[in-house]
């Protein structure tokens, strides 16, 4: 069985983005699947998408936000589900068919992250396992979870570190997921007279840190102007309300 599935919690994303990549998801994926979000809080979300209660996990609110929860989805036993689960960030925007997401072989599948070139490490905006394979990945972090906070940033290094020792980590092909800043979005100057650069060839776009997809959208200023994004206008054509 293939699923979808999404995690979201606290306020940082409402339920227009699992909404949207619903839509995203059921318009580019035409091999059956369920689409799953779990979340401490359903209020808002389309019918069509399966909600179950987010995974339990204790974590210091004082601690920063670094992703740490998306390691529940290793859970020997993850809710009612079977199969293989393509995990995807709330956060991306789909512009291609993405059935070769399941159709790829490998038995652990994540984008190799575009700062990190000579780590290991990839993003975990999209990656994809076999549901209950790996709970010990899980379990030693409930368990050492001060000593992996300080030798890995986030849950994204951890998680491919863990995965690697075990000998099953692979790359998606690398235009498969483009990263907007580093691979659609023009250097310095150029950010200021040409709109990002539409990927044809890619199937998903990934929007780590900012702009956000709605920032980009409407267009964005930071970093002191040199990453500055003209108002995004082909965003908007899959980037649904």
Known sequence: MRNVICMKWGDKFGPEYVNRLYKMVEKNLTLEHRFVCFTDNSEGLLDGIEVRPLPEMELDSA????????????????????????????????INNINSFFEEEGEFLIIKDWDFPNDIIGNSSVFRFDIGKHPNTLTHFIQNGDEVRAKHRNEQAYLSYSIHEKGVLKYWPKDWCVSFKRNCLHKFPLNYFMQAKFPKDAKIVI??????????????????????VKPTKWIGKYWEE
């Open 63 to 94: 601690l920063p936000e670094r992703g740490w929860r998306k390691l529940t989805v290793f859970n020997e036993k993850l809710s009612d589900l079977e199969g293989q689960a393509l995990f995807l960030d709330l956060d991306i925007v789909i």
């Open 207 to 228: 929007f780590h840190g900012r702009p956000t997809p709605t920032q980009a959208l409407k267009g964005y200023f930071g970093k002191m102007g040199f990453r500055y």
